[in-house]
């Protein structure tokens, strides 16, 4: 594993406030040269891939069920939203909480092994919620749930123009990344490093590991929800996809390829996944090819990540 | 990071073509590597090319462009994709969008910019009901119309008892309870039922019982996966070779052709287009066959019908105002070398005569390519839904 992001070791052009200000410029330049829709994707994706290494990251936990968490938070805002009228806060907040009680159900089971046998039972639970959903006719099965409406934000302000959404998801994404941001600095961040870094000596010091490994899994499994219910509001349609084990690859790899052990690691490699995956739609090479021989350069030759080669300069 | 941001924000801005006044763009939007590709996507492709070929280089004075893009295999990627192209790349109609959860995303978003969307791959039968819209056409067919045809066909042939091994999810179930309606009907009987979960392996216990029953016919109410394993396992179990026929809705030649002609003895299937049908479909296919290497599917034949007919429309309407379009494809008989006998109608989905093929067995075979024998040509107003029965608002019942 990587070395940790301990505060102080940070490279300069990696501090928050840079990120900030270049986060900000860069979202202010991309929608007035990219598609809307397509930065807002791709702001969805970077929160996910954010949330996903909040686990691996800090605590170093494989998690391969991402998926049902994204895919719980997808179904539930676009299912509260379309059939039951729901504003877009309450969406968003009845997603997380199902994302959190799913986590805590998942994470329950799951934690009580480690290593490969934790990576294969989120899997394996994620991909019965797939089946789940699949089979559910009310979720539209294989179509999955079309036309979502975008609903209006405290039941008064309009958000269905992408402007308005644009504004509306990068500022639900900006708080929920400066959340998770934060979250990795507090005295509970540094408890989940000091977990990866000495399990053993953590439970010998008195710490309730079980309990701190729990806590960060949920938070985690409620922040990727709140990326799915996000993804649906833009796009307006929650689909087999989001909850298929395609989903949990793609974190991994979004962390992987971007630099794990970097809180800007998993941000810049959702941008770059996402962005090669909307950009190169019409490219004769199909997409998963270029994505895996990206993915199979980066982790041979820079296995720190894109993060950690321009942290080298 | 900031650099590799902008390097990359760049790129992405490059990759938007600017020109968005010049040409009259058409976009293939389909599945370019998945699953689905075998029989859409650089078969799609080719299918445009040879519309625009038929056509001609211009339409209102204006260069045809086609823009083709992959969705792979992702709705919220194809809604993407679709947005853009009307919204911001000045895309007229976007053709083909293989997978019906891709379809019915891009449907939605044609109906609020009000732009054509001509489907020629998805076959829910939801596009031409309950979600239909007047700015979409279903160009090939749905499920319940290919299910009606093998049925109304086979029956025709003297099949009496039927076995159903079905696909437990939604699509699945919905084929059987449409095709138990269809053998009611005729006077047929069902005699059983196995239902395999998504994803199956192992097919033998189905097989079996499918066997034991002594049906005439054995359905296979599953897709993908399932209906290849299924279908293999049909061959080595012997079902056929048992005298049973094999009746599967929803398959194409190509994928017939990679089954391998060993493994697909009677199967009996229902197809939109049949290559080696007569001479005209044959010729179009010779030409599509020199530019892809292999003979279309139904589907991809499809999407040559729909882009050359909405090209024949907008030229002769003078407008590519979508409700004017829809208009006259809705008010003019579609025909060309690959649809015949075809109706346009008020809930979307294209009317036409549908075939019934029976695989060829693998020594009678005069080519490669001789993998069906028609045996019998369905019209359309006996395969597809009739409108009276349309959940699709648009139709005043």
């Known amino acids: ?13 990696l501090h928050p406030v840079f990120l900030l200000l270049g986060g900000l410029a860069a979202l202010l330049v991309a929608y007035h040269l990219l598609y809307p829709v397509f930065v807002m994707q791709v702001m969805c994706f970077a929160l996910l891939a954010v949330a996903f290494n909040l686990l691996l990251g800090h605590v170093g936990l494989l998690s391969l069920g991402h998926a049902a968490f994204f895919g719980t938070g997808a179904y539930v805002a676009g299912y509260a939203a379309k059939v039951w009228g729901f504003t877009a806060e309450g969406a968003l907040a009845l997603a997380v909480l199902a994302s959190v009680l799913l986590g805590i159900a998942i994470g329950g089971l799951a934690l009580r092994r480690s290593g490969i046998h934790f990576a294969m039972i989120t899997l394996a639970l994620a991909q019965v919620l797939y089946f789940i959903i699949f089979q559910t006719r009310a979720l539209g099965g294989e179509n999955g749930l079309q036309g979502i409406p975008r609903p209006r934000l405290l039941g ?8 308005a959404m644009y504004v509306f998801v990068s500022a639900v994404t900006g708080a929920a990344v400066w959340a998770i941001w934060r979250i990795g600095r507090s005295p509970f961040g540094v408890t989940l490093s000091a977990i990866r870094q000495n399990e053993a000596r953590m439970i010998a010091l008195g710490y309730n590991v079980q309990q701190i490994k729990l806590a960060a899994f949920a938070l985690s499994a409620g922040f990727a929800g709140l990326a799915g219910a996000l993804k649906v509001m833009v796009v307006q349609l929650a689909s087999l996809t989001d909850a298929s084990f395609f989903i949990s690859g793609e974190a991994v790899l979004m962390a992987l390829l971007g630099g794990m052990a970097f809180f800007a690691g998993p941000l810049i490699g959702a941008v770059v996944v996402i962005s090669l995956q909307l950009a190169l739609v019409a490219s004769p090479v199909p997409v998963p090819m270029i994505l895996g021989a990206l993915f199979v350069a980066v982790t041979l030759f820079f296995p720190r990540g894109i993060a950690g080669m321009i942290a080298r300069r | 990071m900031l650099k590799t941001i902008a390097t990359l924000l760049t790129g992405l801005a490059l990759a938007v073509p600017a020109n968005a006044q010049q040409s009259f763009k058409v976009g293939v939007l389909t599945d370019m590597s998945g699953p689905v590709s075998t029989y859409s996507g650089a078969g799609s492709v080719a299918a445009a090319e040879l519309a625009i070929e038929d056509f001609g280089p211009t339409v209102l004075g204006r260069r045809i462009e086609l823009v083709v893009a992959d969705h792979q295999m992702k709705a919220d990627v194809a809604a993407g994709i679709a947005r853009q192209w009307y919204e911001n790349d000045g895309v007229e109609v976007i053709l083909d969008v293989a997978v019906s959860s891709a379809a019915l995303a ?22 031409n009901g309950s979600a239909c819209t007047p700015y979409a056409a279903q160009w090939s067919f749905d499920t319940y119309a290919l299910s009606r045809g093998v049925v109304a066909a086979m029956a025709a042939e003297g099949a009496k008892s039927w076995f159903f091994i079905t696909s437990d999810y939604a699509f699945g179930q919905d084929l059987e309870a449409d095709m138990r309606n269809f053998i009611a009907e005729t006077g047929g009987e069902v005699v059983g039922r196995a239902l395999h979960p998504v994803n199956t392996q ?3 216990s189905y097989l079996l019982q499918a066997q034991g029953s002594g049906a005439d016919v054995v359905v296979l109410a599953n897709s993908g996966g399932d209906l290849v394993n299924s279908l293999k396992q049909a061959n080595e179990f012997g079902i056929s070779a048992g005298g049973q026929k094999l009746a599967v809705p929803l398959i194409s030649v190509p994928q017939l052709k990679a089954l391998g002609a060993g493994a697909i003895q009677g199967v009996v299937a229902s197809n939109g287009f049949v290559w080696n049908h007569d001479d005209a479909t044959q010729a179009w296919s010779e030409r599509f066959h020199a530019k892809v290497g292999t003979m279309p599917a139904d589907t991809q034949a499809a999407n040559y019908s729909a882009l050359l007919h909405y090209l024949r429309a907008v030229e002769a309407s003078g407008t590519t105002d979508a409700d004017t379009v829809m208009a006259h494809l809705r008010a003019h008989p579609i025909e060309d070398a690959v649809v015949r006998g075809g109706v346009l109608r008020a809930n979307g989905s294209l009317e036409h005569e549908l075939y019934l093929v029976e695989a060829n067995p693998a020594d009678q075979m005069t080519g490669e390519w001789d993998l069906v024998t028609v045996l019998r040509a369905v019209p359309g107003a006996d395969a597809f839904r009739p409108l009276a029965q349309s959940a699709c608002p648009l139709v005043a019942n």
């Open chain 1, 156 to 163: 008064l302000i309009d958000i269905s123009d992408n402007g």
């Open chain 1, 1 to 13: 594993m990587a070395p940790a992001s301990a505060p102080g070791a940070r490279p300069r052009l």
């Open chain 2, 106 to 127: 891009v449907m939605e978003i044609s109906a609020v910019v009000k732009k054509p969307v001509l489907l020629s791959t998805a076959a829910s039968s939801t596009i």
């Open chain 2, 202 to 204: 192992d097919f033998a």
